[in-house]
């Protein structure tokens, strides 16, 4: 079983965002940037799979700055056994992503190809669908089961209340959602083994996006609110509240 | 004039309120470019007749069978795309919900034109189609401007409004191929009926790590209970690693990211990455025993007490207020 698992660099959840000087970017003064967290299912279960069967390998591929490197190096460490890095910018279309990425994956041997459901930056949730079209692959998103047997895939995603059973054949593009399994911590050894691991480095260019990103702001502050009171003597004061001046019960 | 297509979500037979929505959005779009909505539906047969009594659209294309009983992506991805090729379209509009984010960049990558996903508002000038949306679950606002047509859209429950219920348009059979399923989704299982979608509910009761366990949930499912059938439950990052809810209820930066009109945070602190989530709730109400919970910043009404205490007074009168109209 052969896997690539296209990751992405991210900023950490716990980042407190602020604009850039561009107006139109976040400005990376120091945020902690880390693999998007998604990501880590995809290459937990690549890992996974290949260990069980005891063959294969794991492809990590990453489109972004330079610094994307140690998201790479993070993704060897973990258990992937090469790397690609596509330095560019980076752009806010995922269509000129998911062209960047589908050529790179095109002409390699693979069985599977694995991404996180989205990314916590842009929360675009589109590349991987955009890969599979590209690719002329089947795609199942959001998937928290795989059974794989030979060339036939079952998925079972994540939608409303409940879940979606799909079927497919390999290979085929796979988006991963909490739930696929519980991601490894790098151990001490994989992080040293990592060092030792092939990752190329590959200068892109961009595809022009089909949007223009305008601006990106902070969203308006709250209104002030207030405390209606205290314990359940409250209660009574809170559903006037709730009735009278928002209107929303 | 280019017209507005809108894909009208058809799930377990019924087009809900999500292809509403999409309908309400397609025509504030359709306004502007000055053409027409239509809409675009796959269900088994009856289907086109069901999203034309919704309203708001001149034109519905139905790709009527009884193997599109269940969402096929593909085989609608396809005959959108191609929907969209044979016609005059400035706009397409999506729901962002789960299926709607998973064939919405299917469409787009066959058209060659991008797509802007959860949008929360959408303008028209000159022709060119403008759009807001949250990044960095909520931290920030992107404005984006698309540079050709159509603007592809998928846009966030709760934010536009459906279309008053008019005339219904007509409605026109349009060919699937099933040929064009790469994947075939087999089968729907639905959890517990009766339980509303955190993403999708006009109203969240949320809990947190001041619930102290989840065999106190039942307070919760007590006051969602009582603030009846819009009303949903979710939870924070915490409960749900600490293994107490399922993921499917989480609200924050690797959870859903929700704005219902109505939103309890009960025994949530308000981490950066829960804020993120929620914080375009129209209305929010925390309830924390402690005071200085960074809850209290975005909430509009707080009320400082133990939970153990405040829920069940508060679940009385909620039934209370909602049984006395």
């Not at chain 1, 994956?105 to 693979?110: L, Q, T, V």
């Not at chain 1, 060339?151 to 879940?163: I, K, L, S």
């Given at each position: 079983m052969?896997?690539?698992?296209c990751?992405k660099?991210?900023?950490d ?16 003064d120091?945020v902690?940037?880390?693999?998007n967290?998604?990501d880590?299912?995809a290459l ?13 390998t794991?492809?990590a591929?990453?489109?972004?700055p330079s610094e ?8 060897l ?9 596509l330095t ?5 279309d995922p ?5 960047a ?6 002409g390699?041997a ?9 990314a916590?930056?842009?929360?675009n949730m ?10 002329g692959l089947?795609?199942a998103?959001?998937v928290?089961?795989l059974e794989?047997?030979?060339g ?5 995603r ?8 799909i079927?497919?054949?390999l290979p085929?593009?796979?988006?991963t ?6 991601p ?7 992080i ?5 691991k092939?990752l190329?480095?590959?200068d892109?260019?961009?595809?022009d996006?089909?949007f223009?990103?305008?601006s990106?702001?902070l ?8 405390i209606v ?10 559903i ?5 001046e928002?209107?929303?019960l | 004039?280019?017209?507005?297509l809108g ?6 037979g019924?087009?809900?309120k999500?292809a509403r929505?999409?309908l ?10 000055g ?7 796959f269900?088994?047969s009856?289907t086109?007749?069901?999203?034309a ?5 001149t034109k ?8 599109l009983?269940?969402?096929?992506p ?7 795309a191609?929907?969209i090729?044979?016609?005059d379209?400035?706009?397409?509009v999506?729901?962002a919900?789960?299926g ?9 990558a066959r058209i ?22 949250p990044?960095y679950?909520?931290k ?7 540079t050709?047509?159509?603007?592809l859209?998928s846009i966030?429950?709760n ?6 219920a008019?005339?219904g348009g ?9 040929g064009?399923a ?6 729907v ?14 109203i969240v009761?949320s809990?947190?790590r ?6 106190h ?6 006051l969602?209970d009582?603030?009846?059938?819009e ?15 399922p993921?499917a209820?989480q609200v ?11 939103y ?8 950066i ?8 709730s ?16 975005v ?5 400082v ?11 009385d009168a909620v039934?209370?207020?909602?049984g006395?109209?």
């Amino acid at each position: 079983m052969n896997t690539i698992v296209c990751i992405k660099r991210v900023p950490d959840s716990a980042t407190r965002v602020k604009i850039g000087a561009d107006g139109a970017s976040l400005d990376p003064d120091g945020v902690k940037f880390v693999v998007n967290p998604y990501d880590e299912f995809a290459l937990e279960e690549a890992i996974r799979r290949k260990e069980d069967a005891g063959e294969g390998t794991v492809i990590a591929i990453s489109v972004g700055p330079s610094e994307t490197a140690e998201a790479v190096r993070q993704a060897l460490a973990m258990g992937a056994d090469e790397g690609v890095l596509l330095t560019c910018d980076g752009s806010h279309d995922p269509i000129a992503v998911a062209r960047a990425l589908a050529s790179e994956i095109e002409g390699r041997a693979y069985d599977l190809v694995l991404f996180g459901k989205q990314a916590i930056d842009d929360d675009n949730m589109q590349v991987p669908q955009l890969v599979a079209e590209f690719l002329g692959l089947p795609c199942a998103t959001v998937v928290v089961g795989l059974e794989i047997d030979g060339g036939r895939a079952t998925a079972r995603r994540e939608v409303e209340g409940g879940h979606e059973v799909i079927e497919f054949s390999l290979p085929a593009v796979v988006s991963t959602q909490k739930g696929l399994n519980e991601p490894r911590y790098p151990s001490l050894k994989g992080i040293m083994a990592a060092k030792k691991k092939p990752l190329e480095e590959k200068d892109i260019v961009l595809d022009d996006a089909t949007f223009e990103l305008v601006s990106l702001d902070l969203p308006p502050a709250p209104a002030a609110g207030r405390i209606v009171g205290e314990g359940a003597e409250a209660v009574p004061d809170l559903i006037a509240a709730l009735r009278e001046e928002a209107g929303v019960l | 004039m280019p017209n507005v297509l809108g894909y009208a979500e058809v799930r377990d037979g019924s087009a809900g309120k999500a292809a509403r929505e999409v309908l309400g959005a397609a025509g504030e779009l359709a306004a502007g470019l000055g053409g027409e909505v239509h809409a675009v539906a796959f269900g088994p047969s009856g289907t086109g007749v069901a999203v034309a009594g919704l309203g708001g659209a001149t034109k519905v294309f139905a790709g009527e069978s009884d193997a599109l009983a269940i969402p096929q992506p593909d085989i609608a991805a396809a005959a959108i795309a191609r929907l969209i090729e044979g016609g005059d379209y400035g706009a397409v509009v999506f729901p962002a919900t789960a299926g709607g984010k998973d064939i919405g960049p299917r469409v787009a990558a066959r058209i060659g034109r991008g797509l802007a996903t959860e949008v929360i508002s959408a303008e028209v000038e000159g022709g060119v189609v403008t759009v807001r949306r949250p990044m960095y679950a909520g931290k920030a606002i992107a404005t984006l401007r698309f540079t050709g047509a159509p603007a592809l859209l998928s846009i966030r429950a709760n934010v536009f409004a459906p279309p008053e219920a008019g005339a219904g348009g007509d409605v026109v059979a349009l060919d699937v191929d099933e040929g064009d399923a790469r994947v075939r989704v087999t089968a729907v299982e639905q959890g517990d009926r009766d339980q509303l979608d955190v993403g999708e509910a006009t109203i969240v009761v949320s809990g947190g790590r001041g619930m102290q366990g989840p065999e106190h949930w039942h307070l919760l499912e007590g006051l969602v209970d009582a603030l009846g059938d819009e009303a949903a439950l979710g939870a924070s990052r915490a409960v749900v690693d600490a293994g107490w809810r399922p993921h499917a209820e989480q609200v924050g930066q690797t959870g859903k990211t929700v704005s219902p009109n109505l939103y309890f945070a009960v025994g949530v602190s308000g981490a950066i990455q829960h804020l993120a989530g929620m914080r375009t709730s129209k209305v929010i109400v925390a309830i924390n025993r402690d005071a200085d919970a960074p809850i209290f910043n975005v909430a509009d009404y707080g009320l400082v007490g133990d939970v153990f205490e405040v829920l069940p007074a508060l679940t009385d009168a909620v039934r209370d207020a909602r049984g006395g109209g």
